[in-house]
């Protein structure tokens, strides 16, 4: 999920500051993440363990890719609880995007699930004041479908690709198959690929945009989840790698400094309304109900559409600026069309070329032992 921010940093600094040997050195550290990047989406082989199920969850789509989830496996199934130790309290300050982010997940672990012979049935659950999920096999002999077995081959391959799109429509049966795709109880979504519609939600993400680059607290809060190196990306496996933006990876101590740089509010809205303006529409999800249970199936929606979409080699990116800023939320359900309901997240679509992607924790760090 969800949240995405670019810092428009130039490799010229790096050769003014460093020379060649940085040069030399970076690319070297981009070999390696290279390879770290691929072992983390290689398929699980049979026999299928918890573990891999887990590995597989683990590469959906997240909040500033904080990852904010912890695993619990029994005889009986696997368990997915929020990681509050992991939030983003200025951006998601009542942990709407946390549980988004747990919907992403659970929907990942379910589709695996089946595409590998271990299917489940999804719950949310409570624990006490605590929300989460969980996926209790079965032994109905469920076998994948086509299209799960599309969406689980997609599993490792998407990203949030946050680029300029080339602008071309997609047609109106894949249009279909995207919307029939995120068909989860209690969730609606909305399709936008009328320009009008899509300028106005351009003009909504600027506004969100302009709104959270003059919040001190955001850019400190967002500062935070930048990883501007490899190194730093693999040994934190976590945050925003400036490559997976579209950036230049830079060293880790150059970094925070351009950051400042180049991080203002014309170039990132000069950057937006490319972005916005080249995709081919505009996908906005909304549950019911306005909580964690609505949160998750919206998840889990969103999560199905950005499998589809990669299946279907259409790029996605969120650009959730404007339902972020509380006083946006009721100008996006305007043009979504949503008669007043609280929309959860906005999604641009297109086709572009890939990202390098996101980092992700080892599966021990994410795994709840047993007491």
Known sequence: MLTRRGILTGGSAALALGGAGIVVEARRAAARYARYSRDLRVPPMPPVTDRGLVRYATLAANGHNTQPWRFQMSDRGIAIRPDFSRRTPVVDPDDHHLYVSLGCAVENLAIAAIATGRPGAVAVTRDGNETGASLAFISDGMAADPDTWKMFTAIPRRQSTRSVYDGRPVPSADLER?????????????????????????????????????????????????????????????????????????????????????????????????????????????????????????????????????????????????????????DVASVAGLDGRRPDLVLRFGYAPALPYSPRRPVEAVILRNA
């Open 178 to 330: 995207l919307r029939k795709s995120a068909d989860v109880d209690g969730v609606h979504l909305a399709l936008l690929t009328d320009q009008g519609a899509v300028g106005r939600m351009r003009d909504l993400v600027i506004a969100g945009n302009d709104a959270q680059m003059a919040d001190r607290a955001f850019v400190a809060e967002l500062k935070r989840w930048i990883r501007f190196s490899p190194s730093a990306a693999i040994g934190r496996g976590d945050g925003l790698y400036a490559a997976a933006s579209g950036n230049p990876a830079l060293p880790e101590w150059l970094g925070p400094h351009a950051f400042e740089m180049a991080f203002k509010p014309r170039s990132e809205a000069d950057k937006y309304a490319r972005q916005m303006d080249s995709s081919a529409g505009i996908a906005v999800f909304s549950a019911a109900p306005e909580n964690p249970a609505g949160w998750i199936a919206a998840g889990r929606a969103c999560q199905r559409f950005c499998l589809t979409a990669t299946a279907l080699g259409i790029r996605t990116a969120f650009v959730n600026q404007p339902v972020e800023v509380a006083a946006l939320r009721a």
